[in-house]
């Protein structure tokens, strides 16, 4: 076993300790990576405060991963010693199910792997990103282009596929026009992608105190959703909607502003439910659907395709005495747009 400095939640009210945790000895395939930068994850603050169901403790968050490769299994021949990669949401999956067959891993029907709180193939209880080092089996790493820095690309690995996979699935492109709703971690790379894509891209945002932000990252329009003139003035206009909100909103209200066969996709994932009238769907048949994350075949697309078009997530980078008041900034809604753990600061 490889002993290593992490920073862990010991309850779900923290606050976030040094601890050291144990990763396993490289089998055959793995790789073992120095964590260079990990992003901070509204998800990884839902799990760790127990909204999504209990967990084990001390947890170790943390499923945006950028750092080198130093060390490789006997079988190892995806990566080598010095090679740039990354780790998001996921570190193994049955591989042999239908939905795995066709890379979709991130909807195994035995169920994925999660980067943290869950149970591995080899029975240990897997621990995150908010730690010096990690090992994953090779296939489900990606490597990070030469055009990404490593601490933009650690949100990538979350934020980046999360928006990206949606857009691409319903098929963001010229002539198709797409509303953002909310302005955050997620949105913000949303607008970036659907704008690189050719797609007309709408935000909607509770206020207007983001739009100078995001006309400059991508926008072509901004309305505020706190203002009941925006519902009634672009009621009919959408072809997709991507919601990134992890909060309880009226989804009928946003399911009105799309035109004939259009989709809103959920991918915030809040605690509660959400209340869908059907009449809402029927009249002109709308679709309401939600995406999780990519797969490892389109993570590696998606990283590819933000090199080609020089996109990075807008980035805050903190120290690891730093984590528990960057949480409570996620929850706040004050940063702009995504923390970025610099690892470096857990060596001490």
């Known amino acids: ?3 290593v400095n992490a920073r862990a939640a010991f309850s779900p009210e923290g606050p976030f300790k040094p601890t050291t945790i144990e990763r396993r000895d490289l089998q055959p395939h793995d790789v073992l990576i120095e964590i260079k930068y990990a992003g901070i994850c509204h998800s990884d603050i839902h799990t760790a405060r127990g909204e999504w169901g209990p967990v084990q403790y001390p947890l170790v968050p943390g499923h945006e991963i950028a750092g080198i490769v130093v060390k490789i299994g006997s079988e190892v021949t995806k990566y080598a010693v010095g090679d740039r990669v990354g780790v998001g949401c996921m570190v193994d999956s049955c591989r042999e199910c239908a939905n795995c067959r066709q890379g979709e891993e991130q909807y195994c029907l035995n169920g994925n792997t999660g980067t943290y709180a869950a149970i591995d193939r080899y029975g240990q209880y897997t621990q995150g990103g908010y730690s010096t080092h990690i090992v994953v089996t090779e296939d489900f790493v990606v490597r990070i282009p030469d055009g990404i820095e490593l601490d933009v690309a650690a ?11 949606p857009l691409r699935h319903w098929g963001a492109a010229p002539g198709k026009k797409v509303a953002i709703v909310g302005f955050g971690g997620l949105g913000h790379m949303a607008v970036k992608l659907a704008h690189a894509m050719g797609a007309e891209v709408t935000v909607l945002s509770q206020t207007l ?8 990252l991508g926008a072509d329009r901004y309305y505020a959703t706190n203002d009941a003139e ?19 909103i009226d989804i009928n209200a946003y399911l009105s502003l799309l035109r004939l066969e259009g989709t809103l996709v959920n991918v915030g ?29 389109e993570t590696q697309e998606m990283l590819d395709f933000c090199a080609e078009n020089r996109i990075a997530p807008e980035i805050e980078v903190v120290s690891a005495d730093q984590i528990d008041e960057a949480w409570e900034r996620v929850l706040a809604s004050d940063v702009r747009y995504r923390f970025v753990i610099d690892i470096s600061t857990m060596e001490k």
């Open 269 to 297: 994932a809040p605690s509660e439910p959400l209340d869908v009238n059907v009449f809402s769907l029927i009249g002109h048949r709308r679709s309401f659907a939600g995406s999780m994350i990519g797969g490892i075949r």
């Open 230 to 248: 925006t519902f009634k003035k672009l009621a009919g206009s959408f072809d997709l909607i991507i919601n990134t909100v992890s909060a309880k």
């Open 155 to 165: 949100p990538l690995l979350c934020a980046g596929i999360t928006t990206y996979s």
């Open 1 to 3: 076993m490889i002993t």
């Open 209 to 216: 105190s983001k739009k100078e932000d995001g006309l400059r």
